[in-house]
């Protein structure tokens, strides 16, 4: 027992330790080492295969190519002596009456990203076929078909390909051939690329052609030409290369019409592929992309984009996906929007923008190993964005380029002798709560760059305050790779330095909204040409999609099938590019929040206005035309074609319906007002009568000026709702999102209004506080009272006039120079309070992460008006609580003679004689100490009002709605503003003790000098001491209910509570 009671008695430092931990975490001192999501490598699991059909046992989201490599990974298997499966099964003639081969080009690297990359990949194929009734031929048995053509390599085997049928009904009316090809393999083999894939077609074609004749004479429905559908290949350099000699197949060959290449993920635009192309060129070189020079002067690019159109419909190739430019051209349109050296302007599709000068910097980070990360970056350094602020190209532009290699956090495909028991160990520290305490040191040594990215992180909070490379410092830093596990590293490194930055990239991907990834993730600005699904009459039944290549290749996939049964309809490139637009989303807390997005005609008329003197532009409507005329391919008939964006009705609520609804809830609202004013009018009577408060609500509703306000505030909302209506760039309306500043707004609108009814309450309270103590103790008139300029002057005659002791008090808080003087300081904190916010920027800025200028104008007017309010009510107390004080130190002052009793009104000798016993010529004191209680009660409590805006202010700036942040500069201010009024009523109550302990001394010495003849005295005297001693009301509460401490805990329970409603969230 004794052991344990000193053990209990003892200090723990665990607790303190805890309680440190959670502090620095929560200030962010703590930095959380940077950890990669990357899967660690494991070693692949056997598949099972049949040998005597050559078959593999797989499930349909399995990676083929993978299979592949591990069934001849197996020396004891050889490819050599591989059965030509796919040959055998062709001879079954009677099972495929009608089939097409449908190629699938992939990359056989052995990353895991890439291997991802594969899995999702067949996913999208099998749902593809799914969606056109395509059903798979053997479920779980994945064949391989031996190219004869290329010769045989025991220890590399480029002749193997995986295949699998997909049937469609029962009767196998129709079947679709899926190969599945390893570009590194096709490109090693003799001939590269294009000779593989053309020999494949020809063995298959001709392998078909002997069954068919055979068998013909016996079926003669059955189709003797299949169709030959290649999707990929995997990338632009790749394109480039099928660009380049003779075609794969070639217009004079037989298949030519049935052959069709559908390139899914090549984004690169048509300027930088003719580029490429170019580098090939020689003198007298009779190639169409010769004909230019370096510059590419000779052609626009809409000129150049419709060159290549027709290179690539002359090769039987269609792009299917959007290109980089475009995409990139759309970021900077969101960042511009998002006021990225906007200087608030209007959006403009056709119009002139006036020019101005490039304050905000840009931070690009990029891939140094990958083409496509560089030519991102290069595009939005050369875009035609920055003319408008860089017209003499003089000026440095503020954008800073950094590199990384891919593969920021150094894992390899496999590491050899890794055990089990490390494994698990590594994954144990991963998902400790504590971390910090068992992760490795971010050494500056071998493969991960960890370490860089903490030095980058310094060295872009320099560039941050540099003025020489950005006025207004850094604004946004975009992130620009093809490693989706890259971009979340940097994005933790960075994201909790900056978090008041813009963040964006390219490639939608569900491993952004993982949930230990949203930390860093959420509102992460991503552009892309698809989203995780497509128009529901394309995506059928499959489900959402894990990226947005995959949903890329499902959409070429469907093309495919698409001409397949519908008898080679003919795809035009141009009828494909005009259907798409790039797709802008932003990163919520539990999905990609689509931002309204511009078509790409839209986003070439908006580049160019801010091009100074550029050339004639056609208007967004006139760009609608373009696209219908396009896509009906001249015949007045709109084409059958997909728009790649899905029908956005169906998964978000549109702003029409929103804004109904908030009317709706409006007028609902009114009309439970005018009810309840009725029922006050009504049969409301009994209760004003028994309680003060519904008497005095009771008036507030039956106030003129109440419902002139409520009018007034349903006109602005209409306003409000119009303008919203009519903007064409507009704030997503969500509410716990993550993502929307409209519950900042909201919240902001709402607690003006709230503080604003309840400071009207309260002066209507501490009004009748006033005319009653007229009326009552000094059978005075509000009348009597005007303005004074020299009221605040103590004359001589105050100390023994109590009246007039209180008109001077009543001049001071009524008085015309009061409220200029009130104003002022109004004025002068507003000022001092944005000069230190601007001030102080570098340890914060009071950011707002706005979307149009809508919401940000709103935001300012919104900003002002609860300036305005806190500093008014603020200096409101502070006038208050420094005349109460005058008048509570004239009162310490006064002295008793012998006509003070007539300075009060009978009414209240009466009432207090008769409710304490206690003659009136002992009660001149206590009427005094009355007095100030009765008005410092209703002063004490005007220190929730400013408390309460602060409270509002800080509910609405929580992250819980979006990216906001706490800055120091706005604590100092608030701080400021809390500090000024608790002192003023801090010295109104060391005034009002002063008093009390003086009027106790006075009355026990009056005990004192009575004798015992007088007893009865005696005893009226002490009762008027323990009267004073005992009064906990207005200023003399305890310290346990003194307004100003529960109003001083308000913001700080508030915050806490918010902070508790933010860790719930996030968990």
Known sequence: MSDMGKSGSSGSPIGFFAILLLILSATG???EPLTSTRPDPSEQSGALH?????????????????????????????????????REELKAFHRYKNFSVVAISVSGSAYHEITETRLRNRFAVVSALNSADYYPGYGDKLGYYKLNAVSCDQDYPTSIIPYEWFDRTEEKSSSILVLWLDESKMQASPGGYKQFFSRLVQEIEKAWLEIWETEQPYSPNYSRNPSYKLIGPSGSSLLVNLLKGEPMITPDSDLYQRFKLFAHSATAPAKKIIKALQADCVANSTEWYCGFDEKLTPLSEPALEKKLHEALQQRRIIRSIGTDDKLITALLW?????GLNNNGQALSFAGPVIQPGCADGL???TELDTLYARSLASYIEQDQFWQHCNQDGNQPLPVKRFSYLRGVDGKLPSVPGKSSDYRQSVETNKNSPMQWDDAAPEYAEGRNQFDYLRRLTEIIAQLDRDKSFAAHGVKAIGILGSDVYDKLVILHALRERFQDKIFFTTDLDARFLHADQLKWTRNLIVASNFDFMLRADWQKNSMPFRDSYQTSIYNAVSLALREIDDGEKNWTQAIISQSQKPQLFEIGRKKAVYLDSPHVCELDNWIQSLVPASVQRIGSQECTVQISSDLSGGKGKIFDIFTNEPDRSLITTSREEIVSGAFKIVLIVIFALWGYYLLM???????TQRSDMYARIRELTANKYMWLGVLLSMVVFAALCAVLMAEDVYEPILWLE????????????????????????FYEQLRHTKSGIDSDFFSMSAGLFTDNPNANEQGANLANDTPAAWKNYRCLTRGFWSGIAVAASIAVALTLSFLLLDTFKSMGSLNFPYRGNFVYYFHNVLLLSQFLLLWGLVFWIGAEAKACKRLVDTLEESINNEHVLQQWS???LDTVEQGTGVSRKHLHRYLQFLVAVKISEGISRLIYLPLGMILVILTARSRIFDQFDMPLSLIIVFSTAVIYPLFRIYQLRQSAESLRDSFLSD?????????????????????????IRNEHKGIYATVGHQPALAALLLPFGGMSGVQIIEYLFNI
């Open 29 to 31: 001192t703590l930095i």
């Open 50 to 86: 049949s040998k005597a059909h050559d078959l593999t046992e797989t499930r349909l989201w399995q990676d083929p190519i993978e299979l592949m490599n591990h069934r001849f990974a197996d020396k004891t298997v050889s490819p050599c002596d591989h059965t030509n499966t796919l």
């Open 334 to 338: 969101e960042l511009w929007n998002r």
């Open 363 to 365: 931070v690009l980070i």
């Open 681 to 687: 009018q009504k049969i409301g009577l009994a209760e």
């Open 738 to 761: 993550g993502i929307s500043v409209w519950p900042n707004l909201t919240i902001g609108f709402l607690g003006i209004f709230t503080v604003f009814l309840a400071s009207w309450y």
């Open 906 to 908: 009978s009414h209240i």
């Open 1003 to 1027: 009355y026990e010495a009056q005990q004192v000098a009575l004798t015992v003849k007088q007893a009865g005295d005696t005893a009226q005297v002490g009762r008027v001491i323990a009267l």
